[in-house]
T-cell receptor, first 109, second 116 residues
Framework: AQRVTQPEKLLSVFKGAPVELKCNYS??????LFWYVQYSRQRLQLLLRHISRESIKGFTADLNKGETSFHLKKPFAQEEDSAMYYCASRSSNTGKLIFGQGTTLQVKP | GAVVSQHPSWVICKSGTSVKIECRSL??????MFWYRQFPKQSLMLMATSNEGSKATYEQGVEKDKFLINHASLTLSTLTVTSAHPEDSSFYICSAIQDSGANVLTFGAGSRLTVL
């Protein structure tokens, strides 16, 4: 079954500290992995996808098939990074996008 | 960029009435749209896949007679919550995939339903 797990509901760090939001997935095929972000009072928006292998707003995420993980990282957190972050997996068969439980990132000044 | 519009953004209704929520892709065509439900401080739960010109595919546990989905055109999908009850109160979010493009989902802003 297609499943995404984000073990942390809340991650609180100080400005300038490194950040790692954990995500693990389970899927029998080759999934496509994404990170979405939802800032306060805004709609969900795509942050990055694993096939792009790019850095957006200083965030990166590497797909580790051995550990079935797709952790989101940023070396120096900024206050404006405070938001809800969702990891998601998409099935190549059905196109369905399944979300993890979400992690609230709180960056303190 | 691709924009998905949802209407209404919020609605309050009496128990037993039906409510229709529209999801429109404003500047692209979308054969496939998805409907999600989000409870407070929880994740998005996929309800159904809406396919233009054919029946929607519902996730396990979602009542198709309760949540009617109609995808009549390449830019519009509607979700009708029939005979709404207070437990149907939730945030409903739609998303759409561009038929031609980066194969990425674009999300609407969501519709908050409150059933009294």
């Amino acid at each position: 079954a297609q499943r995404v797990t984000q073990p942390e509901k809340l991650l609180s760090v100080f400005k300038g500290a490194p950040v790692e939001l954990k995500c693990n997935y389970s899927y029998s095929g080759s999934p496509e992995l994404f990170w979405y972000v939802q800032y306060s009072r805004q709609r969900l928006q795509l942050l990055l996808r694993h096939i792009s292998r790019e850095s957006i707003k200083g965030f990166t995420a590497d797909l580790n098939k051995g550990e079935t993980s797709f952790h989101l990282k940023k070396p120096f957190a900024q206050e404006e990074d405070s938001a809800m972050y969702y990891c998601a997996s998409r099935s190549s068969n059905t196109g369905k996008l399944i979300f993890g439980q979400g992690t609230t990132l709180q960056v303190k000044p | 960029g691709a924009v998905v519009s949802q209407h209404p953004s919020w609605v309050i209704c009496k128990s037993g009435t039906s409510v229709k929520i529209e999801c429109r892709s404003l500047d692209f065509q979308a054969t496939t749209m998805f409907w999600y439900r989000q409870f407070p401080k929880q994740s998005l739960m996929l309800m159904a896949t809406s396919n233009e010109g054919s029946k929607a595919t519902y996730e396990q546990g979602v009542e198709k007679d309760k949540f009617l989905i109609n995808h009549a055109s390449l830019t519009l999908s509607t979700l009708t919550v029939t005979s709404a009850h207070p437990e149907d109160s939730s945030f409903y979010i739609c998303s759409a995939i561009q038929d031609s493009g980066a194969n990425v989902l674009t999300f609407g802003a969501g519709s908050r339903l409150t059933v009294l």
